[in-house]
């Protein structure tokens, strides 16, 4: 069965401390892994799109990486605005859930200043 | 070039009553996903509609449906509510179809009482 775990669930930081958010993911032929950002009462803001392992983005003070089993968004020097909940996305190449996405549960990550 | 727009943005119904909801997709993108989003199962797919046509279909009841028109524009509708459909409501386009990323709209709030 295709599923994506994220952790922590949440994670609280100081203004400036960098971490690591992780997402672990079993699915049947990788189309495509997606990271998010929801902040609270608003529809998902997409950031990246990660296709094959080894690939990298970066925008701003975050950073996507993937492998073949899990990819990490890093957040360098974090603002109080970067405060939202992340959230993780496949899209499988194959098997029953071809084509849509399947989401994690997210981490919801706070800075504080 | 303006975003997903979705409509109501809020909605209180009553168990038994049946809703529609709408869904604009940004322009130029053929494919709209729907999806909901609960604090105890995450975000979850529901269905994908290309071209009029639906292509995939999520896990959910019978009482849940969609249907999207010739200018890609795409309405889903939940008869007979329960309590349990209480939800915040996402749609997404895309471009075409498959490996394209997704751009989610702000979400229609239901409320079933």
């Known amino acids: 069965e295709d599923q994506v775990t994220q952790s922590p669930e949440a994670l609280r930081l100081q203004e400036g401390e960098s971490s690591s958010l992780n997402c672990s993911y079993t699915?049947?032929?990788?189309?495509?892994l997606f990271w998010y950002r929801q902040d609270p009462g608003k529809g998902p803001e997409f950031l990246f799109t990660?296709?094959?392992a080894g690939e990298e983005k970066e925008k701003e003070r975050l950073k996507a990486t993937l492998t073949k089993k899990e990819s990490f968004l890093h957040i360098t020097a974090p603002k109080p605005e970067d405060s939202a909940t992340y959230l993780c996305?496949?899209?499988?190449?194959?098997?029953?859930?071809?084509?849509?996405?399947?989401f994690g549960k997210g981490t919801k990550l706070s800075v504080k200043p | 070039k303006a975003g997903v727009t979705q409509t109501p943005r809020y909605l209180i119904k009553t168990r038994g009553q049946q809703v529609t909801l709408s869904c604009s997709p940004i322009?130029?993108?053929?494919?709209v996903s729907w999806y909901q989003q609960t604090p105890g199962q995450g975000l979850q797919f529901l269905f994908e509609?290309?071209?009029?046509?639906?292509?995939n279909k999520g896990n959910f009841p019978g009482r849940f449906s969609g249907r999207q028109f010739s200018n890609s524009r795409s309405e889903m509708n939940v008869s007979t509510l329960e309590l349990g459909d209480s939800a915040l409501y996402l749609c997404?386009?895309?471009f075409g179809a498959g490996e394209e990323t997704q751009y989610f709209g702000p979400g229609t709030r239901l409320l079933v009482l």
């Open positions: 699915v049947s032929g990788l189309r495509g």
């Open positions: 509609y290309f071209s009029e046509t639906q292509r």
């Open positions: 997404a386009s895309s």
């Open positions: 996305a496949v899209q499988a190449g194959a098997g029953g859930s071809q084509g849509n996405l399947i």
């Open positions: 990660l296709y094959s």
């Open positions: 322009s130029g993108h053929r494919s």
